[in-house]
């Protein structure tokens, strides 16, 4: 069974500064789909990035931006120039090419401070 | 649209109650999706439709859970005889099949309290 990992349960950032928070997975599928998601306190999911592990180029997204790295199983989130807003609880997702259901790790929260 | 809506935001109940949940999905999304989340935890899959039939199940979906999607459009996740261990989010999200990996749209939740 697949399994996903975030090993920081908080991190803080100032403003306009960079922060990178960590995923690692386990699986045994060569293909599959990553998700960074994010978790307001509106509740509501965002879908932040998403990398296809097929492709290896990185993902970008504005601010955002992976570091993928297959073979460690490693899935890692940048965000550059932190704004308030980013403050949330971000989760990383694995989804199997074959089964349409995420697993989520347990959360990163993010604090941003002016 | 106004994406995907999910009632009521909050419900807190007695022990031993049934509880009805309802989620409204993205109108052109076939796919609906139900996950529960626990505080301090990610949300974790219970369910999921196409259309009217329910393809998946988690063991996590105990004989007193049961969700249903009858016309393909709107769901329902119905808990009964609810336990103190059933608190928690229950998120909703939809998609189109065949794009899951674009990534699916949430809810905002609906959040279960049993006393």
């Known amino acids: 069974a697949q399994t996903v990992t975030q090993s920081q349960p908080e991190m803080s950032v100032q403003e306009a500064e960079t922060v990178t928070l960590s995923c690692t997975y386990d699986?045994?599928?060569?293909?599959?789909?990553l998700f960074w998601y994010k978790q307001p306190p509106s509740r509501q999911m965002i879908l932040v990035i998403r990398?296809?592990?097929?492709?290896?180029q990185n993902a970008t997204e504005n601010r955002f931006s992976v570091n993928f790295q297959k073979a460690a199983k490693s899935f890692s989130l940048k965000i550059s120039d932190s704004q308030l807003g980013d403050a949330a609880m971000y989760f990383c997702?694995?989804?199997?090419?074959?089964?349409?259901?995420?697993?989520f790790g347990t959360g990163t929260r993010l604090q941003v401070f002016p | 649209d106004t994406g995907v809506s999910q009632d009521p935001r909050h419900k807190i109940t007695k022990r031993g109650q049934n509880v009805t949940f309802r989620c409204d999905p993205i109108?052109?999304?076939?796919?609906l999706y139900w996950y529960r989340q626990t505080l301090g935890q990610g949300p974790e899959f219970l369910t999921y439709?196409?259309?009217?039939?329910?393809?998946?199940k988690s063991r996590l979906l105990s004989d007193r859970f049961s969700a249903e999607r009858p016309k393909g459009s709107f769901s329902t996740l119905e808990i009964q005889r609810t336990e103190q261990g059933d608190s928690a989010m229950y998120l909703c999200?939809?998609?189109?099949?065949?794009?899951?990996?674009?990534?699916?749209?949430f809810g905002s939740g609906t959040r279960l309290t049993v006393v």
């Open positions: 999200a939809s998609s189109l099949a065949g794009t899951g990996g674009y990534g699916y749209t």
């Open positions: 109108s052109e999304h076939n796919r």
């Open positions: 997702a694995y989804r199997s090419l074959i089964a349409d259901k995420l697993i």
């Open positions: 699986t045994s599928e060569s293909d599959y789909y």
């Open positions: 990398q296809e592990a097929y492709k290896q």
């Open positions: 439709f196409q259309n009217e039939a329910q393809l998946e």
